[in-house]
Structure formats: structure tokens, C-alpha cells
């Protein structure tokens, strides 16, 4: 047992102090020896440890936490925004939707929701659009969702929302895929005369294969 010693008006005091214990004030004002317990402990060296289980939701602030901090393979959205001219330009210029998730792993694509603010012109020609591995253009990277079709985007003449499903039934090789960027593109030829805007809601995750 080891302790301090207090030099105070009545004298001097000695309080013990064992090993990984600190000094508190009481409710009366004096220092006494405790132990520290709960959601974190102490060594005698002064390293504090946050106990196993001891970070709960409750104690974590509302939109506090990003995407960086969670396991790669829990959800994540992503928003990208896509002016008239860029789905007019996708059979030539594909859009990046996610960044190249690191070495030996690939981008898993649940879904793509299209928020459509329609203007005034339906857009024309154009051909099918798929979400793709790759930066290649007039849509002939290796699939990574399912297309939509030319016609379900010309046909829109009102603003509201289109969704592409999770992975098309295509095989991909495994250095097509993986480390690689997710771009959406479309085959055929440009769309032509639309004038509408879009924000999608891209819901991925990114795994590990085996």
C-alpha cells in the first residue's frame, strides 16, 4: 500500500492509495481513495481502457458517425447529382457513382433510385443504362446493376422516380471487378432533347470475395 500526503490546516494526513486508485473529492470535500469502475477503468500507469460493450447508441450523437467508421460491408449511399447534359453525354462520357473501394475489393450495387425533376422536354434515343465497373465508354464495362431502358426515360414527362435493381446475370471477371470504380453509362447512341435532372441514390456495399 502506498499513499499521499496532505499537508492541511489540522496537520499533516496521510491517505492511502492503492494501486490504479485516484484521489476524488467527497460530498464533505475530502479526498478519498476509489477505484475507477464503470464504462472506463485505469492502470496504475495511467492508461485508461473503455469497457467491452460500453459504447452504446445512446451515447454516440445523432449524425456523428460516417461511413469511415463502419464495417465496409454495412450499407452506404451515395448521392450524385446529374445535370441535362451529362445523361445526354453518358454513351460517351460515363459518370463516376462510387470510387475504387482498395485492393481485393469490390463495389456490391443494391440498388439505384432516380429522383427525376422533370423541366420541360421528355428526353429521346439514347439506349439501355446500367450502372458498370469501369470507366468504359458506351456502357461496355462489366455490368454492375441492372439497366434501364431508353424508352422508361423518354417516357418520363413528370417529376418522380425510377430504380435500378441490384447486379445484372452477367459473369464478371475477377480483374474487371474488383479495386474498380462503379460509372453509369448507356449503350447505343446519346439521349438527345431532354432537358430534366437527376439525383440518384446510389445504395452499395463493398466486400471482400474470397
Not at 432533347?193 to 441514390?201: A, E, I, P, Q, R
Request: aromatic fraction near 6%.
Amino acid at each position: 500500500m502506498s499513499g499521499l500526503v496532505a499537508i492541511t490546516n489540522a496537520g499533516v494526513t496521510s491517505i492511502p492509495l492503492a494501486s490504479a486508485d485516484i484521489l476524488v473529492g467527497s460530498a464533505g470535500g475530502a479526498a478519498a481513495a476509489v477505484a475507477v469502475t464503470g464504462d472506463v477503468t485505469i492502470s496504475n500507469s495511467g492508461v485508461t481502457t473503455i469497457g467491452s460493450g460500453a459504447v452504446t447508441g445512446s451515447k454516440i450523437a445523432n449524425n456523428a458517425v460516417d461511413y469511415a467508421q463502419i464495417a465496409l460491408d454495412v450499407a452506404a449511399t451515395a448521392t450524385v447529382t446529374l445535370t441535362a447534359a451529362q445523361i445526354k453525354a453518358l454513351y460517351d462520357t460515363p459518370v463516376q457513382l462510387i470510387a475504387a473501394p482498395g485492393s481485393g475489393k469490390l463495389i456490391l450495387i443494391d440498388s439505384i433510385l432516380w429522383d427525376i425533376a422533370f423541366v420541360t422536354t421528355q428526353y429521346t434515343a439514347g439506349g439501355a443504362i446500367q450502372a458498370q465497373y469501369g470507366n468504359s465508354a458506351h456502357g461496355a464495362g462489366s455490368p454492375a446493376s441492372a439497366s434501364i431502358a431508353a424508352a422508361t426515360l423518354n417516357g418520363v414527362a413528370a417529376s418522380g422516380y425510377l430504380a435500378n435493381g441490384s447486379g445484372a446475370a452477367t459473369l464478371n471477371a475477377p480483374a474487371t471487378v474488383l479495386n474498380t470504380a462503379v460509372y453509369l453509362s448507356n449503350a447505343t447512341q446519346d439521349f438527345a432533347s431532354g432537358d430534366s435532372t437527376v439525383t440518384l441514390y446510389v445504395r452499395y456495399r463493398v466486400v471482400t470475395p474470397a
